[in-house]
């Protein structure tokens, strides 16, 4: 049983609800951090102050503000409150690996924000190639982290 007769397993009876939890605002910040870059390629290509480019400001905020942001605050508080669970072995590896791949993921989370205001003010800082090779970096953190959670190899 996860941390049976440990002093940090204060959570333990919410194990399995916290990790439901937690895995749900996983897939919500996900939809956002793979769909906003997506967003930004077609908003570069778009003429500032046209109907097209406007719509894309209304649909990044919402996303940003709406979703990603409270489901990035999710994420950490659940994940948090499994390590109060008792079932990380302090000793092995992987949640360190991982939290530093989740620090990355909210790293490109703030970027992502303040790419997002640029465009709300008219600014285009990058093209849409650019927007389109950044799109890929998340799916990286998201390989590895999930691989790292899952499997536990170290
Ligand atoms: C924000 C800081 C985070 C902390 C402190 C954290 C911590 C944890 C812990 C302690 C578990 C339980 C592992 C187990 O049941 O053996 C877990 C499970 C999981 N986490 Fe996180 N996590 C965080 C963020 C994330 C992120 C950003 C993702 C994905 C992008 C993620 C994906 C997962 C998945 C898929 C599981 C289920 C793994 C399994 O069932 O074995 N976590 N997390």
Redesign the pocket.
Known sequence: M?GDGDAMSVLAPY?PW??AL??LS?IA??AGMLYLPRLFVYHAGSEPGSATSETFKTMERRLYRGIMTPA?IA??I???G??L?G??VWTTFW?YA??V??AG??WMHMIFGRWRGAFAADARPHGAGFYRAINEVPTL??IG??IL????PF
Request: no cysteine; net charge positive.
């Open positions: 996860p194990y916290l990790k937690h895995i996983v910040w996900m990035m994420t950490w659940f994940g948090i499994l390590t669970t079932v990380v949640l991982k939290l791949l989740v993921m909210t953190l998201l982290i999930v959670a899952a499997v536990k």
